[in-house]
Protein backbone atom coordinates (compact mmCIF):
# COMPACT_ATOMS: atom_id res chain seq x y z
CA UNK A 1 0.00 0.00 0.00
CA UNK A 2 1.11 3.58 -0.85
CA UNK A 3 1.32 6.35 1.74
CA UNK A 4 1.26 9.94 0.58
CA UNK A 5 3.88 12.79 2.34
CA UNK A 6 1.59 15.20 3.06
CA UNK A 7 2.60 19.32 3.90
CA UNK A 8 0.70 19.49 7.67
CA UNK A 9 -1.14 22.25 9.02
CA UNK A 10 1.96 24.58 10.33
CA UNK A 11 0.46 27.09 12.56
CA UNK A 12 -1.77 29.94 12.78
CA UNK A 13 -1.88 32.02 9.42
CA UNK A 14 1.18 29.85 7.85
CA UNK A 15 -0.32 28.31 4.44
CA UNK A 16 3.54 27.75 2.34
CA UNK A 17 6.66 26.47 3.11
CA UNK A 18 10.01 25.71 1.65
CA UNK A 19 11.53 22.29 1.51
CA UNK A 20 14.51 23.08 3.48
CA UNK A 21 16.02 19.44 2.78
CA UNK A 22 15.06 15.94 2.56
CA UNK A 23 16.42 13.42 5.19
CA UNK A 24 16.05 10.57 3.42
CA UNK A 25 16.56 9.53 -0.27
CA UNK A 26 14.30 7.66 -2.62
CA UNK A 27 14.65 3.63 -1.98
CA UNK A 28 15.69 4.55 2.15
CA UNK A 29 13.67 2.42 4.47
CA UNK A 30 11.75 4.37 7.27
CA UNK A 31 10.25 3.56 10.56
CA UNK A 32 6.72 5.14 11.30
CA UNK A 33 7.08 8.64 12.60
CA UNK A 34 10.69 8.89 11.52
CA UNK A 35 11.62 12.64 9.79
CA UNK A 36 11.72 12.49 6.43
CA UNK A 37 11.95 16.14 5.32
CA UNK A 38 12.64 19.51 6.88
CA UNK A 39 10.34 22.14 5.99
CA UNK A 40 11.34 26.02 6.21
CA UNK A 41 8.16 28.73 7.46
CA UNK A 42 8.57 32.29 7.41
CA UNK A 43 8.36 31.62 11.13
CA UNK A 44 10.15 28.02 12.47
CA UNK A 45 11.54 25.44 10.67
CA UNK A 46 9.83 21.70 11.02
CA UNK A 47 10.00 18.01 10.18
CA UNK A 48 7.65 16.05 8.54
CA UNK A 49 7.48 12.64 9.61
CA UNK A 50 6.63 9.04 8.19
CA UNK A 51 3.19 8.39 8.43
CA UNK A 52 4.04 4.57 8.66
CA UNK A 53 7.15 2.00 7.86
CA UNK A 54 8.11 1.53 4.64
CA UNK A 55 10.31 2.52 2.12
CA UNK A 56 10.55 6.25 0.66
CA UNK A 57 9.27 4.94 -2.93
CA UNK A 58 9.09 8.20 -4.85
CA UNK A 59 10.21 12.22 -3.70
CA UNK A 60 7.92 14.59 -5.72
CA UNK A 61 8.86 18.27 -4.73
CA UNK A 62 13.16 18.81 -4.39
CA UNK A 63 15.08 21.09 -2.20
CA UNK A 64 14.32 24.76 -2.57
CA UNK A 65 10.51 24.34 -3.92
CA UNK A 66 7.97 25.82 -2.45
CA UNK A 67 5.16 23.99 -1.33
CA UNK A 68 1.67 24.71 0.70
CA UNK A 69 -0.51 22.85 3.10
CA UNK A 70 -2.27 19.67 1.50
CA UNK A 71 0.69 19.40 -1.18
CA UNK A 72 1.73 15.73 -1.68
CA UNK A 73 5.64 15.74 -0.56
CA UNK A 74 6.13 11.95 -1.84
CA UNK A 75 5.15 8.33 -1.23
CA UNK A 76 5.81 5.52 1.06
CA UNK A 77 5.08 2.15 -0.01
CA UNK A 78 4.20 0.44 3.24
CA UNK A 79 4.41 -3.47 1.32
CA UNK A 80 8.59 -2.90 1.82
CA UNK A 81 8.91 -4.16 5.66
CA UNK A 82 12.85 -5.27 5.46
CA UNK A 83 15.23 -2.28 6.38
CA UNK A 84 17.96 -3.67 3.64
CA UNK A 85 18.18 -7.04 2.30
CA UNK A 86 20.93 -9.08 2.50
CA UNK A 87 21.69 -8.69 -1.16
CA UNK A 88 21.70 -5.18 -0.54
CA UNK A 89 24.26 -5.73 2.59
CA UNK A 90 26.38 -7.96 1.28
CA UNK A 91 26.95 -5.68 -2.11
CA UNK A 92 27.56 -2.79 0.27
CA UNK A 93 29.68 -4.45 2.09
CA UNK A 94 31.84 -5.23 -0.71
CA UNK A 95 32.33 -1.64 -2.22
CA UNK A 96 33.27 -0.55 1.35
CA UNK A 97 36.82 0.76 2.10
CA UNK A 98 39.06 -1.19 4.65
CA UNK A 99 39.00 1.36 7.34
CA UNK A 100 42.10 3.09 7.86
CA UNK A 101 43.85 2.87 11.03
CA UNK A 102 45.80 5.94 10.48
CA UNK A 103 42.80 7.88 9.95
CA UNK A 104 42.28 11.51 11.85
CA UNK A 105 40.70 10.90 15.13
CA UNK A 106 37.40 9.94 15.96
CA UNK A 107 35.44 13.32 16.20
CA UNK A 108 37.06 14.32 12.99
CA UNK A 109 34.96 11.45 11.14
CA UNK A 110 31.55 12.67 12.46
CA UNK A 111 29.59 12.55 9.63
CA UNK A 112 26.79 15.83 8.86
CA UNK A 113 24.30 13.07 9.81
CA UNK A 114 25.20 12.64 13.23
CA UNK A 115 26.11 16.28 14.01
CA UNK A 116 23.88 19.24 15.11
CA UNK A 117 23.92 21.23 12.82
CA UNK A 118 21.55 24.49 12.11
CA UNK A 119 19.62 24.73 9.14
CA UNK A 120 21.21 28.10 7.91
CA UNK A 121 24.86 26.59 8.71
CA UNK A 122 24.23 23.28 6.84
CA UNK A 123 22.63 25.38 3.87
CA UNK A 124 25.88 27.52 3.37
CA UNK A 125 28.30 24.57 3.84
CA UNK A 126 26.27 23.11 0.66
CA UNK A 127 27.05 26.58 -1.13
CA UNK A 128 30.48 26.64 -0.01
CA UNK A 129 31.03 22.96 -0.70
CA UNK A 130 32.15 22.41 2.81
CA UNK A 131 32.63 19.15 4.66
CA UNK A 132 30.94 19.50 7.71
CA UNK A 133 32.33 16.78 9.49
CA UNK A 134 35.76 19.21 9.66
CA UNK A 135 33.73 21.99 11.06
CA UNK A 136 33.90 22.33 15.28
CA UNK A 137 30.47 23.79 16.46
CA UNK A 138 30.56 26.41 18.95
CA UNK A 139 27.08 26.80 19.70
CA UNK A 140 25.32 24.39 22.44
CA UNK A 141 25.56 20.83 22.81
CA UNK A 142 28.51 21.53 20.00
CA UNK A 143 25.89 22.77 17.44
CA UNK A 144 27.74 23.72 13.91
CA UNK A 145 26.41 27.25 13.76
CA UNK A 146 26.63 30.00 10.35
CA UNK A 147 29.18 31.42 11.83
CA UNK A 148 31.32 28.19 12.47
CA UNK A 149 30.99 27.26 8.84
CA UNK A 150 31.98 31.40 8.05
CA UNK A 151 34.96 31.06 10.35
CA UNK A 152 35.93 27.72 8.55
CA UNK A 153 36.12 29.20 5.34
CA UNK A 154 37.80 32.08 6.17
CA UNK A 155 40.39 30.18 7.65
CA UNK A 156 40.57 28.06 4.39
CA UNK A 157 40.49 31.18 2.34
CA UNK A 158 43.87 32.07 4.84
CA UNK A 159 45.59 28.63 4.36
CA UNK A 160 44.88 28.32 0.80
CA UNK A 161 46.79 32.33 0.11
CA UNK A 162 49.57 31.71 2.78
CA UNK A 163 50.07 28.20 0.85
CA UNK A 164 53.39 28.62 -1.42
CA UNK A 165 52.09 28.66 -5.64
CA UNK A 166 54.05 27.80 -8.68
CA UNK A 167 56.06 30.89 -10.37
CA UNK A 168 53.75 32.37 -13.39
CA UNK A 169 56.32 34.14 -15.78
CA UNK A 170 54.74 37.36 -16.15
CA UNK A 171 54.25 36.22 -20.32
CA UNK A 172 51.30 33.93 -18.93
CA UNK A 173 49.81 36.72 -16.73
CA UNK A 174 46.51 37.57 -18.24
CA UNK A 175 44.31 40.81 -17.60
CA UNK A 176 41.37 38.63 -16.62
CA UNK A 177 43.29 37.65 -13.47
CA UNK A 178 43.42 41.45 -12.77
CA UNK A 179 40.34 42.66 -13.45
CA UNK A 180 37.60 39.82 -12.71
CA UNK A 181 35.07 41.20 -9.76
CA UNK A 182 33.63 37.87 -8.03
CA UNK A 183 30.03 38.15 -7.62
CA UNK A 184 28.05 35.29 -5.77
CA UNK A 185 24.45 34.80 -6.49
CA UNK A 186 21.74 33.38 -3.79
CA UNK A 187 18.50 32.32 -3.36
CA UNK A 188 16.84 33.98 -0.62
CA UNK A 189 15.17 31.44 2.35
CA UNK A 190 11.83 31.56 2.93
CA UNK A 191 12.40 33.45 6.18
CA UNK A 192 14.09 36.54 4.24
CA UNK A 193 11.36 36.61 1.69
CA UNK A 194 8.61 36.32 4.26
CA UNK A 195 10.50 39.58 6.37
CA UNK A 196 10.86 41.74 3.39
CA UNK A 197 7.65 41.03 2.37
CA UNK A 198 6.26 42.25 5.73
CA UNK A 199 8.50 45.17 6.24
CA UNK A 200 7.67 46.65 2.61
CA UNK A 201 3.81 46.16 3.23
CA UNK A 202 4.15 48.30 6.82
CA UNK A 203 6.04 50.75 5.03
CA UNK A 204 3.18 50.91 2.05
CA UNK A 205 0.09 50.04 4.62
CA UNK A 206 0.43 52.41 7.60
CA UNK A 207 1.05 55.57 8.12
CA UNK A 208 4.08 54.86 10.82
CA UNK A 209 6.11 58.03 12.55
CA UNK A 210 8.58 57.34 15.02
CA UNK A 211 8.53 59.99 18.23
CA UNK A 212 12.44 59.73 19.79
CA UNK A 213 13.75 60.46 23.95
CA UNK A 214 15.91 59.67 26.21
CA UNK A 215 16.38 57.47 29.27
CA UNK A 216 18.96 58.08 32.13
CA UNK A 217 19.18 54.34 33.17
CA UNK A 218 21.69 55.39 36.43
CA UNK A 219 18.78 54.24 38.34
CA UNK A 220 18.25 50.80 36.56
CA UNK A 221 21.81 50.21 36.99
CA UNK A 222 22.63 51.26 40.17
CA UNK A 223 19.39 48.94 41.10
CA UNK A 224 20.52 45.87 39.24
CA UNK A 225 24.11 46.25 41.01
CA UNK A 226 22.49 45.73 44.53
CA UNK A 227 20.42 43.27 43.52
CA UNK A 228 21.92 41.30 40.92
CA UNK A 229 23.72 38.94 43.18
CA UNK A 230 20.51 38.42 45.31
CA UNK A 231 18.03 37.65 42.10
CA UNK A 232 21.13 35.17 40.60
CA UNK A 233 21.17 32.97 43.63
CA UNK A 234 17.54 33.38 44.09
CA UNK A 235 16.16 32.87 40.34
CA UNK A 236 19.49 30.74 38.61
CA UNK A 237 20.23 34.02 36.31
CA UNK A 238 20.77 37.38 35.46
CA UNK A 239 18.73 40.16 36.16
CA UNK A 240 18.69 42.22 32.64
CA UNK A 241 17.62 45.38 31.26
CA UNK A 242 14.48 43.94 29.08
CA UNK A 243 11.93 43.17 31.89
CA UNK A 244 11.99 46.58 33.07
CA UNK A 245 11.01 48.09 29.89
CA UNK A 246 8.59 44.99 29.49
CA UNK A 247 6.91 46.10 32.78
CA UNK A 248 7.58 49.98 31.69
CA UNK A 249 5.42 49.33 28.93
CA UNK A 250 2.61 48.07 30.20
CA UNK A 251 2.04 50.30 32.20
CA UNK A 252 2.27 53.04 29.24
CA UNK A 253 0.30 50.62 27.19
CA UNK A 254 -2.86 50.25 30.01
CA UNK A 255 -2.98 54.78 29.62
CA UNK A 256 -2.64 54.99 26.29
CA UNK A 257 -4.91 51.68 25.06
CA UNK A 258 -4.58 52.42 21.25
CA UNK A 259 -1.21 51.68 21.40
CA UNK A 260 -2.42 48.06 21.87
CA UNK A 261 -4.95 47.90 19.23
CA UNK A 262 -5.30 46.98 16.01
CA UNK A 263 -7.16 48.35 12.98
CA UNK A 264 -9.74 45.87 11.27
CA UNK A 265 -11.51 47.78 8.41
CA UNK A 266 -13.36 50.51 10.27
CA UNK A 267 -12.95 49.49 13.49
CA UNK A 268 -10.48 49.83 16.21
CA UNK A 269 -9.68 46.85 18.12
CA UNK A 270 -8.59 47.54 21.94
CA UNK A 271 -7.05 44.66 23.45
CA UNK A 272 -7.17 44.62 26.94
CA UNK A 273 -4.25 41.96 27.33
CA UNK A 274 -0.74 42.41 26.98
CA UNK A 275 1.40 40.27 24.77
CA UNK A 276 5.02 41.20 24.61
CA UNK A 277 7.10 40.21 21.54
CA UNK A 278 11.05 40.52 22.63
CA UNK A 279 12.45 40.53 18.71
CA UNK A 280 15.96 38.11 18.85
CA UNK A 281 18.83 37.83 16.57
CA UNK A 282 18.50 34.59 14.63
CA UNK A 283 20.97 33.77 11.69
CA UNK A 284 17.94 33.66 9.33
CA UNK A 285 16.59 37.24 10.24
CA UNK A 286 15.20 38.86 13.10
CA UNK A 287 12.18 36.58 15.09
CA UNK A 288 9.76 37.69 17.49
CA UNK A 289 8.68 35.22 20.56
CA UNK A 290 6.29 36.53 22.77
CA UNK A 291 5.66 36.91 26.10
CA UNK A 292 1.95 36.18 26.77
CA UNK A 293 0.21 37.54 29.58
CA UNK A 294 3.35 39.69 30.90
CA UNK A 295 1.22 41.48 32.90
CA UNK A 296 0.72 38.81 35.22
CA UNK A 297 4.57 37.99 35.46
CA UNK A 298 7.76 39.08 38.02
CA UNK A 299 10.44 40.24 36.89
CA UNK A 300 11.87 36.72 36.74
CA UNK A 301 9.61 34.99 35.31
CA UNK A 302 10.33 37.72 32.46
CA UNK A 303 13.55 37.20 32.67
CA UNK A 304 13.10 33.25 32.83
CA UNK A 305 11.07 33.68 29.30
CA UNK A 306 13.30 35.96 27.68
CA UNK A 307 16.39 33.39 28.84
CA UNK A 308 14.33 30.03 27.23
CA UNK A 309 13.42 32.11 23.67
CA UNK A 310 17.28 33.07 23.23
CA UNK A 311 18.41 29.62 23.67
CA UNK A 312 15.79 28.15 21.28
CA UNK A 313 16.58 30.47 18.48
CA UNK A 314 20.14 29.54 18.81
CA UNK A 315 19.55 26.39 19.14
CA UNK A 316 16.45 26.24 16.25
CA UNK A 317 13.57 25.15 17.97
CA UNK A 318 11.70 27.99 18.79
CA UNK A 319 7.97 26.72 17.78
CA UNK A 320 4.83 28.22 15.88
CA UNK A 321 3.42 28.88 19.24
CA UNK A 322 6.07 30.80 20.61
CA UNK A 323 5.67 33.08 17.52
CA UNK A 324 2.47 33.29 17.06
CA UNK A 325 0.39 36.83 17.92
CA UNK A 326 1.80 39.30 20.24
CA UNK A 327 0.17 43.12 20.72
CA UNK A 328 3.14 45.45 20.65
CA UNK A 329 6.87 44.81 20.43
CA UNK A 330 10.30 45.36 22.11
CA UNK A 331 13.38 45.27 20.34
CA UNK A 332 16.87 46.05 21.53
CA UNK A 333 19.48 47.21 18.60
CA UNK A 334 21.66 48.24 21.68
CA UNK A 335 22.95 44.64 22.09
CA UNK A 336 24.73 44.65 18.42
CA UNK A 337 25.84 48.61 19.45
CA UNK A 338 23.05 50.47 17.51
CA UNK A 339 23.11 54.29 19.18
CA UNK A 340 19.57 55.32 17.57
CA UNK A 341 17.21 53.71 14.41
CA UNK A 342 13.94 53.64 13.37
CA UNK A 343 11.80 50.36 14.28
CA UNK A 344 9.43 49.44 12.04
CA UNK A 345 6.12 48.16 12.96
CA UNK A 346 4.93 44.26 12.85
CA UNK A 347 1.61 44.26 11.39
CA UNK A 348 -0.98 44.18 12.52
CA UNK A 349 0.24 46.13 15.63
CA UNK A 350 0.78 49.60 15.91
CA UNK A 351 3.40 49.95 18.23
CA UNK A 352 7.00 48.82 18.82
CA UNK A 353 9.41 50.28 20.97
CA UNK A 354 12.81 50.27 20.23
CA UNK A 355 15.81 50.16 22.71
CA UNK A 356 19.42 51.17 21.73
CA UNK A 357 22.95 51.00 23.53
CA UNK A 358 23.42 52.49 27.11
CA UNK A 359 26.48 55.17 26.79
CA UNK A 360 28.02 57.50 29.21
CA UNK A 361 27.00 60.93 28.08
CA UNK A 362 27.26 64.39 30.24
CA UNK A 363 24.04 65.57 30.96
CA UNK A 364 22.93 68.85 33.06
CA UNK A 365 21.41 67.93 37.00
CA UNK A 366 20.78 70.70 39.72
CA UNK A 367 22.66 72.91 37.25
CA UNK A 368 25.61 70.79 37.25
CA UNK A 369 27.04 68.98 34.60
CA UNK A 370 27.16 64.54 35.36
CA UNK A 371 28.24 61.65 33.36
CA UNK A 372 25.30 59.25 32.94
CA UNK A 373 24.21 56.01 31.52
CA UNK A 374 21.99 57.28 29.24
CA UNK A 375 19.72 55.21 26.11
CA UNK A 376 18.29 56.99 23.53
CA UNK A 377 14.68 55.03 22.92
CA UNK A 378 12.38 55.09 20.20
CA UNK A 379 8.37 54.46 19.59
CA UNK A 380 7.05 53.52 16.31
CA UNK A 381 3.67 53.90 15.81
CA UNK A 382 0.49 53.87 13.25
CA UNK A 383 -0.51 57.50 12.85
CA UNK A 384 -4.19 56.61 11.56
CA UNK A 385 -5.47 55.60 15.28
CA UNK A 386 -2.37 56.59 17.43
CA UNK A 387 -1.86 60.67 17.37
CA UNK A 388 1.65 62.25 18.24
CA UNK A 389 0.57 64.04 21.84
CA UNK A 390 -0.22 60.13 22.75
CA UNK A 391 2.93 58.48 21.43
CA UNK A 392 4.91 61.11 22.66
CA UNK A 393 3.29 60.85 26.54
CA UNK A 394 3.47 57.18 26.04
CA UNK A 395 7.44 57.16 25.66
CA UNK A 396 7.47 59.84 28.76
CA UNK A 397 5.71 57.34 30.35
CA UNK A 398 8.03 54.81 30.14
CA UNK A 399 10.88 56.96 30.61
CA UNK A 400 9.38 58.31 34.05
CA UNK A 401 9.51 54.51 35.47
CA UNK A 402 12.53 53.22 34.08
CA UNK A 403 14.00 56.61 35.68
CA UNK A 404 12.21 55.90 38.79
CA UNK A 405 12.29 51.45 39.14
CA UNK A 406 10.46 52.02 42.30
CA UNK A 407 7.69 53.10 40.99
CA UNK A 408 7.54 49.95 38.70
CA UNK A 409 7.22 47.52 41.85
CA UNK A 410 4.41 50.27 43.39
CA UNK A 411 2.55 49.96 40.57
CA UNK A 412 2.64 46.26 40.25
Known sequence: MTIKIIVPEMGESVIEATVHQWLKKEGDFVE????????????????????????????????GQDVKVGDVLGLINEDVKQPVSSTVQSA????????????????????????????????????????????????????????????????????????????????????????????????????RRTIA?????????????????????????????????????????????????????????????????????????????YDIGVAVGAEEGLVVPVIRDAERLSFAEIEHQIKDFAAKTNEGKLSVEDLRGGTFTITNGGVFGSLLSTPILSLPQVGILGLHKIEDRPVAEQGQVAIRPMMYVALSYDHRIV???EAVQFLVHVKELIEDPERLLLEG
Do not use: C, W
Not at 167 to 188: C, G, K, W
Not at 218 to 241: C, D, P, S
Open 92 to 191: TSAVQPAPDNHSTPKENQETPQTQLVTPVASRLAREQNVDLAKVRGTGPEGRVTKSDVEQFVQEQTVVERETPRPIIQPALTTDVEFNSRREERQRMSRR
Open 32 to 63: AGEALVELETDKVNLEVGAAASGALAKINVQD
Open 387 to 389: DGR
Open 197 to 273: QRLLEASQSTAMLTTFNEVNMNAVMELRHRRNETFQAHYGLKLGITSFFVKASISALKAFPRLNAEIQGDEILLKHY
